[in-house]
């Protein structure tokens, strides 16, 4: 059985930075996307960036392009969100997730679907103005 365990959420001033990490238990196929994603109060939870683990290729929302960058430690079963010049809009529950499905359809930025894949229990973090 697949876990994965958020860590690095925190609280942050407008334009400081965390990492936050995804540590995996269990075996996951190089054909998953190791993603994140946040939800805020109130909003729809939105993926904000992925890795495809048999590439490494990157996938990032344009709303964090740019600021955010996801990188992934096979070694370590470990995936990486470093966050930098963060926002107010930038806070959120932060999710870890597993999937065969990426973030990116057609062209489309699609919303994720908890009902499949493997996720995390989140990481809260907070960036005051």
């Known amino acids: 059985q697949v876990k994965l365990v958020e860590s690095g959420g925190g609280s942050v001033q407008t334009g400081g930075s965390l990492r936050l990490s995804c540590t995996a238990s269990g075996y996951i196929d190089s054909a998953y996307y190791m993603g994140w994603s946040r939800q805020a109060p109130g909003k729809q939870r939105e993926y904000v960036a992925a890795?495809?683990?048999?590439?490494?290729?990157?996938y990032y929302a344009s709303s964090v392009k740019g600021r955010f960058t996801i990188s992934q430690d096979n070694a370590k079963n470990t995936v990486y969100l470093q966050m930098n010049s963060l926002k107010p809009e930038d806070t959120a529950m932060y999710y870890c997730s597993a999937d065969i499905t990426g973030p990116e359809y057609g062209g489309i930025w699609l919303e994720p679907n908890t009902d499949f894949g493997y996720w995390g229990q989140g990481t809260q973090v907070t960036v005051s103005s």
């Open positions: 890795i495809y683990s048999g590439d490494g290729i990157t």
